[in-house]
């Protein structure tokens, strides 16, 4: 067959048949001049509807089996041809082939890329998983990978847009394979636990449809920029995505926040893991993980939910926040919390909230466990596309009140961070750990250069892409329109910082920020301030040997002297010569002026 369908010997000389006997070779050329045929079904309604502008480019597909003279028959082969004068240069991204009988997608009744006769894009569940072939290339033409799968409809607001998202299943249901094999993400490798991941049950083939102001790459921006933090984040690869051999667009396979993901990253048996979402909602695992969970909330209100969910101050006795700090990873939480805040999300804290952890016996004392094996309460960043918008938004506010009336900051959505907010130790760690990221992965040129990267990537994609889906409430209009809306992104990053710590001073009722400059001798040891280690490698430090941030005034840091081998710590210079620290290479400080510190080391 050359549409797509699965060829059926049996059914070969029915008069709609496409199966064919093959009986001499096939002209493989160039398609483009043909009539565009699946990019004219409509697949949402007559008011988001788009149509590609031209002729779409065009591939063919091959599917092929061959039977002997008794009737047995080999497996269904599937071949992508793309032919083009300048095919090795046209695309910056890996092209993708899915391959498929159209009407698992496009058929009023079993289609579930379209309307239909159902809502058919709205349904879930096994009975709207479609099987389907997917093939990889490089830019060179290697074929990166080939395996049989299960497609289904993913997302939710972005199933009415005419490009949809796309899960990936990988199951023995249609290969002997279990999983599809590849490396997508290797920028995810070794971050959490000493492995790479190289196979997945799951995949999401994105479209990006839902990013408020169309440009593609916020979400992306999002998660890359948290690579250095242990925060769960999804890897993502754009690609060029073809179906039947059509042109489709920009895709970006992402990871699937399941119990595969955690089992594969965590090396955690997949029966040893619970994940929840939104209000306590347990998506898997067993209901005794959830009401561990709520056992925490209900620390301080056994009754929270029908109270209205209170600022309450239990978690402000020190022996009831440790009991909270066994079971939550503080720092985590702080490190998510503040990045949504940071990226002024306007789809969240309402909604987009997932958290996980590895079940473990209650009884049992956890000690030296790998990271993510304590049975701690963990968060992951989830969808971003509604963030990097307004650099003034003060999602701070917003996040932390008691009486939001909004359906991204209703009480249950801000209640954890409220009783914790109560603390004085919490709330000097979420300063902190805030300033310190202000200070590197959210510095303004880091961010910025950041999204040029991006921006570099995706814009010799952006005219095609726009030709096919342009026009509409989900898409950019045009290459120039594309171009303002990342340019937004960036005046978002050079102007995010001083809000946001305008926020946090607002919050907080803090006096103001002074600058902190440390130096020292490299070669001789380096300088940690909180949780940053100023060295080199170190995101947003360009110079270790004298670098500067911004703190809060009347919030205590802590800065230690780091020697390398061979020297030791001498003494402080930038010290009142009276301080019984000036001598300590770790010393707590709370100016509220500018400081310079320089550490001194000597040899052994």
Same mark, same amino acid.
């Given at each position: 067959?050359?549409?797509?369908?699965?060829?059926?010997?049996?059914?070969?000389?029915?008069?709609?048949?496409?199966?064919?006997?093959?009986?001499?070779?096939?002209?493989i050329q160039?398609?483009?001049?043909?009539d565009?045929y699946?990019?004219?079904?409509?697949t949402?309604?007559?008011t988001?509807q788009?149509f590609?502008?031209?002729?779409?480019?065009?591939?063919a597909?091959?599917?092929?089996?061959?039977?002997?003279?008794?009737g047995?028959f080999?497996?269904?082969e599937?071949?992508?041809y793309?032919?083009?004068?300048d095919?090795?240069e046209?695309?910056?991204f890996?092209?993708?082939?899915?391959v498929?009988?159209e009407?698992?997608?496009?058929?009023p009744?079993?289609?579930?890329?379209?309307?239909?006769?159902?809502?058919?894009y709205?349904?879930?569940?096994m009975?709207w998983?479609?099987?389907?072939q997917i093939?990889m290339f490089s830019?060179?033409?290697?074929?990166?990978?080939?395996t049989?799968?299960?497609i289904?409809?993913?997302?939710q607001?972005?199933?009415?847009?005419?490009?949809k998202?796309?899960?990936?299943a990988?199951n023995?249901?249609?290969?002997?394979d279990?999983?599809?094999?590849?490396?997508?993400?290797?920028e995810?490798?070794y971050?959490?636990q000493?492995?790479?991941?190289?196979?997945?049950?799951?995949?999401?083939?994105?479209?990006?449809s839902?990013?408020?102001?169309?440009?593609?790459l916020?979400?992306?921006?999002?998660?890359?920029?948290?690579l250095p933090?242990?925060l769960?984040v999804?890897?993502?690869q754009?690609?060029?995505?073809?179906?039947?051999?059509?042109y489709?667009?920009?895709?970006m396979?992402r990871?699937?926040?399941d119990?595969?993901?955690?089992?594969?990253?965590?090396?955690?048996?997949?029966?040893?893991?619970?994940?929840?979402?939104?209000?306590?909602?347990l998506?898997?695992?067993? *209901?005794?993980d959830?009401? +561990?969970y &709520?056992s /925490?909330?209900?620390? $301080?209100d056994?009754?929270? %939910?029908?109270h209205?969910?209170?600022?309450l101050?239990?978690?402000a006795?020190p022996?009831?926040?440790?009991?909270?700090?066994?079971?939550?990873d503080?720092?985590?939480y702080?490190?998510?919390?503040?990045?949504q805040?940071y990226?002024?999300n306007e789809?969240?804290p309402?909604n987009n909230?997932?958290?996980?952890?590895k079940s473990?016996?209650?009884l049992?004392?956890?000690?030296d466990?790998p990271?993510?094996h304590?049975?701690?309460w963990?968060w992951?960043i989830?969808?971003v596309?509604w963030g990097?918008?307004?650099?003034?938004?003060?999602?701070?506010?917003?996040?932390?009140?008691?009486?939001?009336?909004?359906?991204?900051?209703?009480?249950?959505a801000t209640?954890?961070?409220r009783l914790?907010? *109560?603390n004085d130790d919490? +709330?000097? &760690?979420? /300063?902190n750990?805030? $300033?310190?990221?202000?200070? %590197?992965i959210y510095?303004e040129?880091?961010?910025y250069?950041?999204?040029e990267?991006?921006?570099?990537l995706?814009?010799?994609e952006?005219?095609?892409?726009?030709q096919?889906?342009?026009g509409n409430?989900?898409?950019?209009?045009?290459f120039?329109n594309w171009q303002?809306?990342?340019n937004?992104?960036k005046t978002?990053?050079l102007?995010?910082p001083?809000?946001?710590?305008?926020?946090?001073?607002?919050k907080f009722?803090?006096?103001g920020?002074?600058?902190?400059?440390?130096?020292?001798?490299?070669?001789q040891?380096?300088i940690?301030?909180n949780?940053?280690?100023v060295?080199?490698?170190?995101?947003?430090?360009?110079d270790?040997?004298?670098?500067?941030?911004i703190?809060f005034?009347?919030?205590?840091?802590?800065?230690?002297?780091v020697?390398?081998?061979g020297?030791?710590?001498?003494?402080?210079?930038g010290?009142?010569?009276?301080?019984?620290d000036?001598?300590?290479?770790?010393?707590?400080i709370?100016?509220y002026?500018?400081?310079l510190?320089r550490?001194?080391?000597?040899?052994?």
């Amino acid at each position: 067959t050359l549409d797509g369908s699965e060829p059926s010997p049996w059914t070969m000389t029915a008069e709609d048949s496409s199966t064919f006997l093959y009986v001499e070779p096939l002209d493989i050329q160039d398609r483009t001049q043909e009539d565009n045929y699946l990019s004219m079904i409509p697949t949402t309604d007559d008011t988001a509807q788009v149509f590609p502008q031209e002729n779409v480019f065009k591939g063919a597909v091959i599917r092929a089996m061959a039977m002997d003279v008794e009737g047995n028959f080999s497996n269904v082969e599937t071949r992508s041809y793309f032919v083009s004068e300048d095919i090795f240069e046209r695309y910056s991204f890996p092209i993708v082939s899915l391959v498929t009988d159209e009407r698992g997608l496009f058929d009023p009744e079993l289609g579930i890329y379209v309307p239909g006769l159902f809502t058919n894009y709205e349904q879930r569940g096994m009975k709207w998983e479609r099987p389907a072939q997917i093939q990889m290339f490089s830019s060179s033409g290697e074929q990166e990978f080939s395996t049989a799968l299960g497609i289904r409809i993913h997302g939710q607001f972005t199933r009415r847009a005419p490009q949809k998202s796309m899960r990936l299943a990988g199951n023995t249901m249609y290969s002997t394979d279990s999983g599809i094999y590849y490396n997508f993400f290797p920028e995810l490798d070794y971050r959490v636990q000493d492995h790479a991941v190289e196979s997945f049950q799951t995949l999401l083939l994105r479209s990006g449809s839902g990013e408020i102001q169309n440009t593609y790459l916020r979400d992306e921006l999002a998660h890359s920029i948290l690579l250095p933090t242990q925060l769960d984040v999804q890897g993502y690869q754009p690609v060029i995505l073809f179906i039947n051999g059509e042109y489709w667009g920009i895709h970006m396979f992402r990871n699937r926040y399941d119990e595969y993901y955690f089992s594969d990253y965590y090396d955690i048996p997949v029966e040893d893991i619970a994940i929840m979402e939104s209000n306590s909602t347990l998506r898997f695992g067993e *209901e005794e993980d959830r009401r +561990q969970y &709520l056992s /925490i909330l209900e620390i $301080a209100d056994t009754n929270f %939910t029908s109270h209205g969910y209170p600022t309450l101050d239990a978690f402000a006795d020190p022996e009831i926040y440790q009991i909270v700090t066994d079971k939550i990873d503080i720092e985590n939480y702080i490190d998510y919390y503040t990045a949504q805040i940071y990226f002024a999300n306007e789809d969240w804290p309402g909604n987009n909230v997932l958290f996980w952890r590895k079940s473990v016996d209650p009884l049992a004392v956890v000690t030296d466990e790998p990271y993510g094996h304590d049975g701690k309460w963990r968060w992951a960043i989830w969808d971003v596309d509604w963030g990097f918008e307004n650099p003034s938004q003060n999602t701070l506010y917003e996040a932390t009140r008691p009486d939001g009336d909004k359906w991204f900051n209703a009480p249950w959505a801000t209640f954890l961070v409220r009783l914790l907010l *109560e603390n004085d130790d919490f +709330q000097l &760690l979420f /300063i902190n750990r805030f $300033a310190d990221h202000l200070n %590197t992965i959210y510095r303004e040129d880091v961010i910025y250069e950041k999204t040029e990267q991006i921006e570099a990537l995706y814009a010799p994609e952006i005219g095609e892409h726009l030709q096919r889906w342009g026009g509409n409430l989900f898409q950019a209009s045009s290459f120039d329109n594309w171009q303002n809306n990342v340019n937004a992104i960036k005046t978002f990053a050079l102007e995010r910082p001083v809000n946001q710590r305008e926020h946090i001073i607002q919050k907080f009722d803090l006096t103001g920020i002074y600058e902190l400059t440390v130096q020292s001798d490299a070669s001789q040891g380096y300088i940690q301030v909180n949780s940053i280690d100023v060295l080199d490698h170190t995101v947003g430090v360009d110079d270790p040997e004298n670098w500067t941030g911004i703190y809060f005034q009347g919030v205590p840091i802590v800065v230690t002297a780091v020697p390398a081998d061979g020297y030791q710590f001498s003494h402080w210079k930038g010290l009142d010569e009276s301080s019984e620290d000036q001598f300590s290479p770790q010393i707590t400080i709370n100016p509220y002026s500018d400081v310079l510190l320089r550490a001194v080391f000597v040899g052994d």
